[in-house]
């Protein structure tokens, strides 16, 4: 099936959505749902997969640090999926927005009954013009968040696999850094912001040095991953830095911002 050019997937990491001390940044959150109400008013249908259940809930349930144990892991994504649902509600709805949630883990994609139901759960909700907010199902699939091989525990993954699902033109992937750089922007000033890729070489792989903070699970390397699933259906994607969700009126506007990794002919 050809790629809607209407149809964008916005994914935002945890470090976008929490700040420093694990609290929610109700003002990142609030700039995020409006710029995506924004961009849905001039005709795009908008999916979110949203990170940051486990750090809001780990707040919430007032842990002093990330927790390790896996079944408190499961539990603060609970509380946090809850607390973070009702802010998107509540939010979404100030901008006149529906909002319904997907929870996913590996198995719904990968069986074939289940993921024709998911792909006609998306489009029933994108015809309806309401805004999918996805998260994978932490509290159910423990697998993938302590995964060695982490199929979508960082939501990087996850969010590439809901664009090829939703046959999405484009995917955002709202990061805390600007895009990919030449070097690591960390401990090298001279580093460049490379603003398009053509290929995902293994060379790019290795400059892609991992980057996570301390709240989310991801790196660069999870997201050129993504990228590379991405691309390879047909979808254009676009990584850049989350702290300014109105970049998103520039990207439909197709000005230069962050690194584009360039759709590939399907
Ligand atoms: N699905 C996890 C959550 O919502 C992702 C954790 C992360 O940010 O990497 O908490």
Redesign the pocket.
């Known amino acids: 099936m050809s790629v809607s050019k209407k149809r964008i997937v916005v994914k935002v990491?945890?470090s976008t959505i929490t700040n420093e001390s694990g609290n929610i940044d109700i003002r990142a959150i609030d700039h995020l749902c409006r710029a995506i109400s924004g961009v849905e008013n001039l005709g795009y249908d908008l999916v979110l997969v949203s990170?940051?259940?486990?750090?809001v809930g780990a707040n919430k349930m007032r842990l002093q640090q990330k927790p390790q144990e896996i079944k408190l892991k499961q539990a603060a994504?609970a509380v946090?999926q809850t607390e973070l649902m009702h802010l998107y509600d509540k939010l979404f709805g100030e901008y006149n927005r529906m909002v319904g949630q997907i929870l996913l883990d590996n198995e719904d994609i990968a069986d074939p009954v289940r993921s024709k139901n998911l792909r006609n759960t998306f489009d029933a909700l994108l015809e309806n013009h309401i805004i999918p907010i996805v998260?994978?199902n932490?509290s159910v699939s423990h697998a993938e968040i302590e995964s060695e091989k982490k199929l979508f525990?960082?939501?990087d993954m996850l969010s590439a696999l809901v664009a090829v699902f939703c046959n999405a033109s484009k995917l955002i992937i709202f990061s805390d850094i600007e895009g990919l750089y030449d070097g690591n922007p960390q401990t090298d000033p001279s580093a460049k912001l490379i603003s398009r890729v053509e290929e995902i070489t293994d060379e790019l792989k290795s400059v892609a040095s991992g980057s996570g903070s301390n709240?989310?699970?991801?790196g660069m390397i999870t997201k050129l991953e993504a990228a590379e699933l991405a691309t390879s259906h047909g979808i254009d994607v676009l990584i850049t830095n989350g702290k300014n969700p109105e970049r998103l009126y520039d990207i439909i506007d197709k000005k230069k911002v962050g690194t584009l990794f360039v759709a590939r002919e399907v």
Not at 51 to 55: E, F, K
């Open positions: 990491g945890t990170s940051g259940a486990i750090a994504a946090g998260n994978e932490d525990s960082d939501n709240r989310g699970t991801g």
